[in-house]
């Protein structure tokens, strides 16, 4: 059993950084993509940025150039680098980490304010 669990949310204005961290407890594998994804009420789950264990990223439209995804293999961690904010990036954020199947943490709220 993997547990996720996300930190480092919380209410900045817009144009402020945060940075998220998830970290990875339990029966730990070897997780191959480990990334992020965010919610925000009344809309779909969003895919937000992923990494290889070899460090390849991608990211998506919305928050590339602005946010930068990062993981540490030894500790099984993932942080999500966050500059340069919108109101539009407010969501809860989700983590997730690919074993034999798909983890997921259960969320971090981000708030940005005009």
């Known amino acids: 059993q993997v547990q996720l669990v996300e930190s480092g949310g919380g209410l900045v204005q817009a144009g402020g950084s945060l940075r998220l961290s998830c970290a990875a407890s339990?029966?730990?594998?070897?997780?191959?993509?480990m990334g992020w994804y965010r919610q925000a009420p009344g809309k779909q789950r969003e895919w937000v940025a992923l990494?290889?264990?070899?460090?390849?990223?991608n990211y998506a439209d919305s928050v590339k150039g602005r946010f930068t995804i990062s993981r540490d293999n030894a500790k099984n961690t993932v942080s999500l680098e966050m500059n340069s904010l919108k109101p539009e990036d407010t969501a809860v954020y989700l983590c997730f980490a690919d074993s034999n199947r798909r983890n997921w943490g259960q969320g971090t709220q981000v708030t940005v304010s005009s």
């Open positions: 339990g029966t730990i594998f070897s997780f191959t993509v």
């Open positions: 990494i290889t264990p070899g460090g390849v990223t």
